[in-house]
């Protein structure tokens, strides 16, 4: 990872741990419908850097995800959704997509987009068939 990269997602990062829990309850507020999106858990630092992805890369999106890079999902048509954990209603469940990284998974969850950036709450995961 170019060190720049790192920075701006430890940015990113340490935002998003801020803002999530008020992400969180307001995607439950808003009741938004609950979908389920298949795809390969992504490390976004490798994958935005260099397009890293697949069973070759599973050590290093390990590696990024545990020392804290925002994990996200790459769609299996090409859609990138960044993953975030509702903090207050389902932490748990947030910590165990992490540990998908380069695996296969279908999430259900709900999405908030913003200014074209895609953020998908994760309710549950499981590993895709
Ligand atoms: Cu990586």
């Known amino acids: 990872m170019k060190r720049w990269t790192v920075l701006g997602l430890s940015a990113l990062w340490v935002a998003s741990m801020v803002f999530l829990p008020v992400v969180g309850?307001?995607?439950?507020?808003?009741?938004?419908k609950a979908v389920t999106?298949?795809?390969e858990a992504i490390d976004m630092a490798c994958f935005f850097a260099k397009g890293a992805k697949g069973s070759g890369h599973e050590k290093c999106a390990r590696m990024c995800i545990?020392?804290?890079?925002?994990?996200?999902l790459l769609a299996d048509d090409g859609k990138i959704y960044i993953l975030a954990g509702d903090m207050m209603e389902n932490p748990e469940v947030f910590q165990k997509a992490k540990e998908y990284a380069a695996k296969r998974v279908s999430v259900t969850g709900t999405v908030i987009e913003k200014d074209?950036?895609?953020?998908?709450?994760?309710?549950?995961?499981?590993?895709?068939?």
């Open 66 to 72: 545990k020392g804290g890079v925002p994990a996200g």
């Open 116 to 129: 074209g950036a895609k953020l998908l709450v994760v309710q549950s995961v499981q590993p895709a068939r």
């Open 25 to 32: 309850g307001w995607a439950a507020e808003k009741g938004g």
């Open 37 to 39: 999106i298949t795809g």
